[in-house]
């Protein structure tokens, strides 16, 4: 099993495009350096309630856009990222 971590990433905005979610992320966060379209969020309870479509807006008042996977959560959003396995290199 792949191993994750969970962060923090914003609460929900509002409906958009009839069944999409727009959340205000946090802007802490380096959207260009860790890219999250494709990533799972989770609510609370940490079940998975969204995949990140795109990021929207400038870097001082960032938003996702996701596509539902359950009802809307109340309260934080939090971000799964995967971790990388580090490889050992075999020494001679």
Known sequence: MRSTKTIPIGEFESLVLG???LIRADSNFD???NDPSGLVLLDKNQR???KV???LGN???PY???EPMASIPSGKIFLEIPQRKHSRKNRR
Do not use: M
């Open 48 to 50: 998975r309630v969204a």
């Open 64 to 66: 996702l856009l996701a």
């Open 59 to 61: 870097v001082s008042k």
């Open 31 to 33: 959207y260009a350096k």
């Open 53 to 55: 479509l795109d990021v």
């Open 19 to 21: 069944d999409k979610w």
